[in-house]
Each structure stands twice: as structure tokens, then as C-alpha cells.
């Protein structure tokens, strides 16, 4: 079973960056569509940016020109690194796996068979 942890959360001022990270386990292939998702306080869990496994990237209109998604497969580490910030950014933030999500064109939350625990994002003055 896929097992991922994410790290690089903190608090950070309006304007600044942050670079989370994915690190997957217990896998015997890189054949995995990847994501990071966010959840901010009493909002639902939306999509922010995804990887297929020819690297080629999609993002949520929110983040594009902000956010660059990247993936190392030799480290089994997927990668958000987040610049600009705002404080609409602020939230829990996701990292996802599955098999099909990329292939299908399915990236809505309920696709994704494996998640994180989260990692915590907090943007203020």
C-alpha cells in the first residue's frame, strides 16, 4: 500500500514562499498521477496542482504563475513550491496518489486512492 507523508508546512507573510514535499513509500512503480490539494478553514478540499507520469503539469487557476509542481522519481518525492503567497493560500495542505486519476482526466478529490495526513500553510501579517 502507497503510504505518503508531507513536510515543509510553517507560517509565512503575505508575499513570501514555501516548499512542500511529498515522500511516497511502499511502492513498486512511479506509475502514479500525483497531487497536492488544500483545504482551507470551513471550506471544502479543492485541487491545486497535479502531476502525470510524463511529468506534465495542470493547475488550478488560483495558483498558476504562483505554485510549480515537480516530482523527483529516483527520491520518490513529490514536490509543491509555492511563491507569492497570499492568504487565501492558507490551509491544509494534501498530497494524493493514484493510478488512473491523470489517464481518466479525473482529478476531483474523490479519484485519488491514497492521501497524506496534511501539512499546515498559514499566509498572514
Known amino acids: 500500500q502507497v503510504q505518503l507523508v508531507e513536510s515543509g508546512g510553517g507560517s509565512v507573510q503575505p508575499g513570501g514562499s514555501l516548499r512542500l514535499s511529498c515522500e511516497r513509500s511502499?511502492?513498486?512503480?512511479?506509475?502514479?498521477?500525483m497531487g497536492w490539494f488544500r483545504q482551507a478553514p470551513g471550506k471544502e478540499r479543492e485541487g491545486v496542482a497535479f502531476?502525470?507520469?510524463?511529468?506534465?503539469?495542470t493547475y488550478a487557476d488560483s495558483v498558476k504563475g504562483r505554485f510549480t509542481i515537480s516530482k523527483d522519481n529516483a527520491k520518490n518525492t513529490l514536490i509543491l513550491q509555492m511563491t507569492r503567497l497570499k492568504v487565501v493560500d492558507t490551509g491544509m495542505y494534501y498530497c494524493?496518489?493514484?493510478?488512473?486519476?491523470?489517464?481518466?482526466?479525473?482529478?476531483?478529490?474523490?479519484?485519488?486512492?491514497?492521501w497524506g495526513q496534511g501539512t499546515r500553510v498559514t499566509v498572514s501579517s
Open positions: 502531476i502525470d507520469t510524463d511529468g506534465k503539469a
Open positions: 511502499r511502492v513498486t512503480t512511479n506509475n502514479y498521477c
Open positions: 494524493a496518489a493514484d493510478v488512473w486519476a491523470c489517464l481518466l482526466g479525473d482529478l476531483s478529490e474523490g479519484r485519488f486512492q491514497y
